[in-house]
């Protein structure tokens, strides 16, 4: 069964301070990993894929299959970057099926 | 044209009501899905569309029809709805390919009363 895991319903960080957002997964293959955010009043939207490898808005994510992970970092908050964010996961085999977390809110604080 | 689009922005119905949810996308994407949000929580997959024939159903109730009339379009057909089906549903459409981006479009937001 897939299932993705965000330990953290809300995390509160100040303006400029680093920011990391956990994501766990469980899954036997070998997935495909998303981050979804969704601003306020605004549609959910991608933030970024591993397959990517690329920072998108500052942030980035690492996909460490040994630890099961998929943790996004930002090194320097900014307050534009409060917003409710998921993590996300394909089974390569599934193609379409997206599993999400329970999603993390994050506040940046002036 | 690069969103999806959806129809109505809201929605209120009465439990023997029948309705129908709207979306649209002009990308040339081939498959398209529904999901149903409950406040403060993740989307969840109903069902997938993959070049106009259903691909997925997450064993969802028969009070919901999806329907896909063509490539650009994907209807939700609600009937008999009961309160706990209030929710936020979210239309995606993606390229089909296996490694294709889902593109989400604002939602219908549903009270049944």
């Known amino acids: 069964a897939q299932r993705v895991t965000q330990p953290e319903k809300l995390l509160s960080v100040f303006k400029g301070a680093p920011v990391e957002l956990k994501c766990n997964y469980s899954?036997?293959?070998?997935?495909?990993l998303f981050w979804y955010v969704q601003y306020s009043r605004q549609r959910l939207q991608l933030l970024l894929r591993h397959i990517s490898r690329e920072s998108i808005k500052g942030f980035t994510a690492d996909l460490n299959k040994g630890e099961t992970s998929f943790h996004l970092k930002k090194p320097f908050a900014q307050e534009e970057d409060s917003a409710m964010y998921y993590c996300?996961?394909?089974?390569?085999?599934?193609?379409?099926?997206?599993?999400f977390g329970q999603g993390t809110r994050l506040t940046i604080n002036p | 044209d690069t969103e999806v689009t959806q129809t109505p922005k809201h929605l209120v119905m009465g439990m023997t009501n029948k309705k129908s949810l709207k979306c649209e996308q002009h990308m040339g994407h081939r498959a398209m899905y529904w999901y149903k949000q409950k406040a403060k929580k993740p989307p969840e997959l109903m069902f997938v569309?993959?070049?106009?024939?259903?691909?997925i159903n997450e064993s969802v109730p028969s009070r919901f029809s999806p329907e896909c009339p063509n490539s650009s379009l994907l209807n939700l057909h609600l009937h008999a709805l009961q309160p706990e089906d209030s929710a936020l549903y979210l239309c995606a459409s993606s390229g089909g390919g296996r490694g294709d981006t889902q593109y989400f479009g604002p939602g219908t937001r549903l009270t049944v009363l």
């Open positions: 996300a996961l394909r089974a390569i085999q599934g193609a379409q099926k997206l599993v």
């Open positions: 899954y036997s293959g070998s997935p495909e």
């Open positions: 569309y993959s070049y106009e024939k259903l691909s």
